[in-house]
């Protein structure tokens, strides 16, 4: 549900519906009742979903396998590779009745294995609610932060830093990322002095515009980055024909966003019943599947799907558990998908 700028946001209502009703039905009565009831335990503690969510249980469940962790190339730091990204979702006030959702959505995520999540000052108020949620939980320390710089203009580029740190209530980012290459020289220098500063770790570019994959192939080649950021999906496979091989030649990690598709991937999975082979990979949902497809390409280190409810980031995380397809189930996949109507 990693939706740009300017999307319709009605967008976020059909992914969300789209995705529970494919998620259900991929999922036996049981499997989908052990969920809740972790669920309801990551939120007993000042639940916001009050005394429904504590009659569903009060304690959760251990996770049946750690989340697996890749290597970002540049330093040997693990990373879970499952994330959260918060364009749309996250832009809400803090005053909205949906926020305390929000909350217990990124507790759940930090607390079940989870650590990066992406964010950009041109997501509305996402920075700003990210920041207090994680005021609200304590979990800086136990998050990756990636942001990004959207601008144009050296000053411009420092200022949208300054408020970004400001924002998220830290003195450091994990992650600084020049959005969609925009003036990226310029932004990469004032990277790159911040690094040196010690107030961001990584340097990256983003885009999930094709018409914009000839001049990031150019950056790619002509700089040093830590990590790239790019669209790919089960049904947007272009990244992978130039762009994810180049980053692993080049050492570079990759984030994915837009892991489904901006929604299309729950319509056309709407009402279909998870394919039986999908256990040969311990998936137990289309969400599941479809962020596995992605997680079994080589080059990738995280996805960043967009995550607004506890549930679905138990579902994404366990994505990361469990068997991953190799080659032969990759083409077993791509082929079932294509042909279905």
Not at 183 to 208: F, N, P
Request: hydrophobic share 40%.
């Amino acid at each position: 549900m990693w939706i740009e700028e300017g999307t319709v946001t009605v967008m976020k209502q059909t992914d969300k519906s789209t995705r529970a009703v494919a998620t259900s039905r991929a999922m036996n009565r049981a499997e989908f009742l052990r969920l809740t009831a972790r669920v309801a335990g990551v939120c007993a503690a000042g639940s916001v979903f009050g005394p429904v969510a504590l009659a569903l249980g009060a304690e959760a469940e251990p996770d049946p396998a750690p989340v697996q962790r890749r290597a970002i190339p540049s330093s040997g730091q693990m990373l879970p590779v499952i994330g959260v990204g918060t364009a749309v979702a996250y832009e809400l006030d803090t005053a909205d009745a949906k926020f305390p959702v929000l909350v217990e959505t990124v507790r759940t995520f930090l607390a079940h294995g989870g650590a990066v999540i992406d964010t950009s000052p041109t997501y509305g108020r996402a920075e700003k609610s990210l920041g207090e949620i994680l005021r609200r939980i304590g979990g800086r320390e136990r998050a990756f932060l990636a942001t990004k710089i959207s601008t144009t203009g050296e000053q411009a580029g420092i200022d949208s830093v300054v408020a970004s740190l400001r924002d998220l209530g830290t003195d450091r980012i994990d992650l600084l990322q020049v959005h969609n290459i925009r003036d990226t020289e310029v932004h990469l220098r004032t990277i790159r002095r911040l690094q040196d500063e010690g107030k961001v770790r990584y340097a990256g570019i983003t885009t999930s515009f094709r018409n914009s994959y000839g001049e990031y192939e150019r950056i790619m080649h002509r700089e040093r980055l830590d990590f790239i950021q790019i669209d790919y999906a089960l049904d947007n496979r272009v990244a992978e024909e130039r762009i994810l091989p180049l980053a692993h030649d080049r050492g570079m990690a990759v984030l994915i966003n837009l892991p489904f598709g901006r929604g299309r991937l729950f319509s056309k999975a709407r009402g279909r019943p998870l394919p039986p082979w999908a256990a040969e990979i311990d998936c137990t949902s289309w969400a599941q599947l479809f962020l596995k497809f992605v997680l079994a390409h080589p080059a990738v280190t995280a996805i960043i799907p967009g995550t607004d409810r506890p549930e679905f980031a138990l579902d994404n995380l366990n994505a990361a558990r469990g068997r991953v397809p190799d080659a032969r189930m990759r083409e077993r996949i791509v082929g079932y998908w294509d042909q279905l109507g």
